[in-house]
């Protein structure tokens, strides 16, 4: 009777999530203060340097098939490095999240051969 009562304890214990003990104590998770004060100067310093960037180049003396030619190729690299960085950026964030009780059973789910299609 004693140890089917501390096992039941033990799994309840386990059970319990990071915001499950913090909302017993009348507490919350606070948001990423990086991502919130960062993000939105970083999204217009981006577009700041893109736009200065487009003016430098049509600003400068060039033929007008030359200045063509350099701007697709300067926006397919632009696009391609924006791409991969913002790629390795998404799964840097993912990487030092917490991960919560929902998202551990969908990755157990995927990971499991029964889950793979």
Do not use: H
């Amino acid at each position: 009777m004693l140890q089917s009562s501390i096992k039941d304890g033990l799994q309840s214990l386990q059970s319990l999530s990071s915001d499950d003990i913090l909302a017993a104590l009348g507490l919350q998770r606070k948001p990423s203060t990086l991502v919130a004060v960062f993000g939105p100067s970083a999204a217009v310093f981006a577009a700041g340097a893109v736009v200065g960037a487009a003016a430098a180049l049509l600003l400068a003396p060039k033929a007008g098939p030359q200045l063509r030619r350099e701007l697709t190729a300067t926006a397919r690299d632009l696009g391609q490095r924006f791409g991969a960085g913002a790629s390795s950026v998404v799964q840097d964030v993912r990487d030092a999240l917490p991960i919560g009780e929902s998202e551990k059973t969908a990755r157990a789910g995927t990971n499991s051969p029964a889950g793979r299609a």
